[in-house]
């Protein structure tokens, strides 16, 4: 029993030494960094975070990455889903672009797919809000505002048992983003904007949390279409930290990401 | 009033928003004091970004979470926590898990680390029990 008690007064210091060597030595272990905690809220930024960066560079010309309305008429959920997230960054890019008339057409959009969806009715309440803030030149308050209606329409489908569908408004987000940054960046390509490329660790978590969604949701044409050309985007955006991609890199992410951008908002849904 | 908006606005997402998992009331508490601590960086012009993550602090273990982040952006990354926690502290990592130079802000249970990222890519942020028995905590992220 002393024995015993003597191993686990090792053990227990053992433990202490080891969280302390750690801190020591500023360095995590792999293992502690391969149990890190992932979470959609937090560990995914969002669209407005990755313009913020942009604009750091330079003037962006934001109003030049409008794209035509869109389809808000769409009958699949994943697809609705998916232009949901996309829709959403045009918010963003609006907002960026100070365009309050955009910013309320946008909201009203977002609304409209949000109910084909059957999300929340509070979301009628945020359309307003958006409305009001977009009359008021509320830019900062605006970017929230959209920000906090990604979340509720999210939330609203994990209370509504559309928890699978979450990760598709992220993705469509994300994607949609990407189209728009690296536009910007081709019309005026430097090294430091170019290096807001580099998320291969983001492409790959999106790319594991759609692998978790049901089987009968991923093998949809359009889920299974865009998850592939997922695993071709994560190669191009592994690009390595010392070195900034080159324009010609940029135009190639580009062209992915427009290519699952096009599909995504077709009406025309693959076979 | 202005600069007290995000507050009251994640606040208020705050009390609406449901999660897959219900946050425990000290995971409410935790979280009002990481949204205080973040709102004072506001006034930089820091946005709160409307996402937390809530849990529970033990002694001698590092609470870590992946975010991505964004060369060319300023983050502020910060945490409160309930009694029986008395001391915490907010640390960053690179994506090897080295240690990276940051601002810091302690004050107690409530803390934050500030940090400019020069490379766009995966992070780790870390928070610590360094006082106190185990209890829940929360962190928010901030950015301009």
């Known amino acids: 029993m002393t024995r015993l008690a003597k191993l686990a007064m090792l053990a227990f210091f053992a433990g202490v030494l080891v969280a302390a060597g750690a801190e020591e030595t500023g360095h995590l272990t792999a293992d502690q960094l391969a149990k890190a905690a992932r979470s959609d809220l937090i560990t995914i930024p969002t669209p407005g975070e990755l313009f913020a960066a942009l604009g750091k560079t330079g003037k962006t010309n934001w109003s030049g990455q409008y794209r035509g309305p869109i389809p808000v008429t769409y009958r699949n959920r994943a697809q609705i889903a998916l232009n949901l997230g996309g829709l959403i960054a045009d918010g963003f890019i609006a907002v960026e672009a100070k365009d309050g008339q955009q910013v309320k057409n946008i909201g009203s959009d977002i609304i409209k797919l949000a109910k084909a969806l059957g999300v929340s009715e509070k979301l009628l309440g945020r359309g307003n809000s958006i409305n009001e803030f977009a009359d008021n030149d509320e830019w900062d308050t605006l970017q929230e505002e959209l920000e906090a209606t990604q979340n509720e329409v999210k939330s609203s489908m994990q209370s509504h048992a559309d928890q699978d569908l979450v990760i598709l408004v992220t993705l469509g987000g994300w994607i949609r983003g990407t189209q728009v940054v690296t536009s910007a960046i081709i019309q005026r390509y430097d090294e430091r904007s170019a290096k807001v490329l580099r998320q291969p660790a983001l492409v790959h978590f999106m790319q594991s949390k759609i692998n978790e969604i049901s089987p009968e949701l991923r093998g949809e044409p359009l889920v299974k279409d865009v998850n592939e050309q997922l695993g071709e985007i994560e190669k191009l955006v592994s690009l390595p930290q010392s070195k900034a991609p080159t324009v010609e890199d940029v135009r190639k992410i580009n062209e992915s990401v427009g290519k699952v951008m096009t599909e995504i908002q077709s009406k025309e849904l693959p076979k | ?144």
């Not at chain 2, 080295?98 to 680390?113: C, I, M, P, R, W």
């Open chain 2, 1 to 144: 009033m202005k600069r007290w908006l995000p507050i009251f606005v994640s606040l208020f997402i705050l009390e609406t928003s449901t999660s897959v998992r219900a946050q425990t009331d000290a995971e409410v508490q935790a979280r009002k004091d990481a949204l205080e601590v973040a709102g004072a960086f506001s006034n930089d012009g820091f946005k709160i970004r409307d996402g937390h993550w809530c849990g529970v602090l033990k002694p001698h273990d590092h609470s870590l979470v992946v975010v991505n982040l964004y060369a060319g952006n300023q983050y502020w990354f910060s945490g409160g926590a309930t009694e029986p926690v008395k001391k915490i502290a907010v640390s960053v990592y690179d994506e090897s898990g080295k240690k990276v130079s940051t601002e810091t802000y302690n004050d107690g249970e409530k803390a934050a680390a500030g940090f400019s990222p020069p490379n766009s890519g995966q992070y780790f942020v870390s928070v610590d029990l360094l006082e106190g028995e185990e209890g829940s905590f929360c962190l928010v992220c901030s950015y301009k």
